[in-house]
């Protein structure tokens, strides 16, 4: 059986999950389905980054301890993710018992390899970036975080350093030579761009106690922690068991993809090949940094203060208008403006008015012509031919993490088997007694409708499987099924509508 490994990035746990972090979470869900439908053995990895500056000052502005806090807002994201269906194989925490031996291990590895050095350090530290900035690098920004535009604070300290100007110009080789290891090919620029202007700098990888207290202590010296970054990286291996489990870990490295949004690309496409490639291990298969959800002109974010509560969404749209509107309204890498009513539209145009009616109108005949009880009847009607062959392009889009263009076939036959009704029109065929005809038709539009949820249960999971429900079908989603004429006899119990239309005056 082949694996696939996906990641999601460790989110920090100084505030309450938003849209912006269910976005990666659900993407990476749809893939992850999309590969179990391939019967694939999927690995797929989050969890909380909960150590550093930020979150003890998180901490402390709550008026709590640092792990009582992190465990509270920790729990936060793993509600929300079961509120979303995201179906996650493995929630790693940084501050795990199995991550924190992990992350000492490597120091420990690296040091051995003579690629770590103890120095002085002049720069600049963006607490919400939790990173390190030069000197010129700051100046080019307009003195502040080059990053998120916030300001930076001047540190000179002594601290440990990892060798990362050793492996430049292989990491510029490796991406020259591996086209698709940064995605989509706007980051890959950006990161190719970075490295020709600029000579890779040795990463800081400690603090000093005295400064920031709150981390995983360092192996080589008891008076620093490890640096946050350096620390979270490291959870891509030690999840999968680098240290606790040689047999998991052999199964599952490298990760397949590592997917996050595209201002956290260098973190991911410059230190970690290299911290990868310096412990000797595999290197990913793809970086892919999606866009951003923004407020207008802004990225929505806690610390702007215009963030949109998933549950809030939930609510109002269901788990799977919310799934489907950030899976299909933006194509992976782009920026999209999260509007309210843009959603409504989207839920009520493919959900509702598309998806939902043509399974409702398909039940009701089924079971007013047919008493619920329709077999096999006729091959793939001409009518479909082309619609449904065009179903052939959902596995490449998928497999190359085009989401919303892997809709688009799925839609365009939906679209086919709605206008066919009308065209059609199964009523003249019931009051013509053509009792063969009609039995055709409804056929074909249950198996279509079988298919077509076969291709939409990685977006909207849970409504895939009530749609088999009332198709009368066990709810086991398999890639090989997309074919025609699989169910030989249909037993529909008819429910309510999939998708009721919302009302915005509601
Ligand atoms: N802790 C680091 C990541 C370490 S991974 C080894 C971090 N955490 S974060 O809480 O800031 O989460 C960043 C991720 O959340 C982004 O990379 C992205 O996946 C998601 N998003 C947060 N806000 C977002 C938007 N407004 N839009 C899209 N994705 C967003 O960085």
């Given at each position: 059986m082949s694996k696939f490994y996906i990641t999601t990035p460790i989110y920090y746990v100084n505030a309450a999950p938003h849209i912006g972090h269910a976005y990666t979470s659900v993407i990476a869900d749809c893939i992850g389905r999309y590969h179990r439908l391939k019967g694939e053995e999927v690995f797929y990895l989050t969890g909380t980054d909960e150590h550093g500056e930020k979150i003890k000052k998180a901490a402390a502005a709550k008026g709590m301890e640092p792990q009582p806090f992190v465990d509270m807002v920790s729990e936060n994201f793993r509600n929300l993710w079961k509120a979303l269906d995201v179906e996650y194989d493995y929630f790693v925490r940084t501050t795990d018992k199995d991550h924190t031996a992990a992350v000492q291990e490597v120091i420990r590895i690296l040091n051995e390899k003579g690629d770590i050095y103890k120095a002085v350090y002049k720069a600049f530290y963006c607490v919400p970036c939790e990173t390190f900035w030069t000197d010129t690098q700051v100046k080019e920004a307009g003195g502040s975080?080059?990053?998120?535009?916030r300001g930076v604070e001047e540190v000179e300290e002594e601290n440990y350093f990892f060798r990362l100007s050793r492996y430049e110009d292989w990491l510029k080789k490796y991406i020259a030579d591996n086209p698709?290891?940064?995605?989509?090919k706007i980051r890959r620029n950006e990161v190719t761009g970075f490295l020709e202007n600029n000579k890779l700098a040795d990463l800081c990888i400690s603090r000093p106690k005295a400064r920031v207290?709150?981390?995983?202590?360092f192996p080589l010296n008891g008076d620093y922690v490890v640096y946050v970054w350096f620390d979270a990286l490291l959870n891509y291996i030690s999840a999968p068991?680098?240290?606790?489990?040689k047999e998991k870990f052999k199964r599952l490295w490298p990760a397949d993809v590592h997917l996050m949004a595209k201002d956290i690309i260098r973190h991911h496409a410059i230190f970690w090949p290299v911290m990868l490639y310096a412990l000797g291990l595999e290197l990913p298969g793809t970086i892919m940094a999606h866009g951003w959800w923004k407020m207008g002109e802004e990225k929505m974010s806690k610390s702007l203060g215009n963030i949109v509560n998933p549950l809030e969404v939930i609510k109002s749209v269901g788990v799977d208008g919310l799934r489907y509107f950030l899976l299909r309204e933006?194509?992976?890498?782009g920026d999209g403006n999260y509007c309210a009513q843009a959603l409504i539209n989207r839920v009520n145009s493919?959900?509702?008015?598309d998806i939902g009616n043509l399974l409702h109108r398909t039940l009701n005949m089924a079971e007013k012509y047919f008493d619920g009880a329709v077999e096999a009847a006729g091959a793939l009607p001409e009518m479909f031919r082309e619609s449904f062959g065009r179903l052939s392009d959902y596995a490449p889009a998928m497999d190359n993490l085009e989401l919303s263009a892997a809709l688009e076939p799925v839609l365009a036959f939906i679209g086919a088997m709605n206008k066919s009704i009308e065209e059609v029109k199964p009523w003249a065929l019931a009051k013509a007694a053509k009792t063969s005809e009609l039995k055709e038709f409804i056929y074909s539009l249950l198996e279509g409708l079988r298919v077509v949820f076969i291709c939409l249960y990685p977006f909207i999971p849970s409504s895939a499987v009530r749609a088999y429900g009332q198709l009368g079908l066990e709810a086991k989603f398999d890639?090989?099924?997309?074919?025609?004429?699989?169910?030989?006899r249909y037993n529909i119990t008819k429910g309510e509508p999939l998708f009721p239309r919302i009302d915005v005056n509601r």
């Open positions: 975080c080059p990053m998120c535009k698709g290891f940064i995605r989509p207290s709150w981390g995983i202590d068991g680098f240290l606790s489990d933006i194509s992976l890498g493919d959900l509702a008015n890639l090989k099924d997309v074919s025609w004429g699989a169910v030989k």
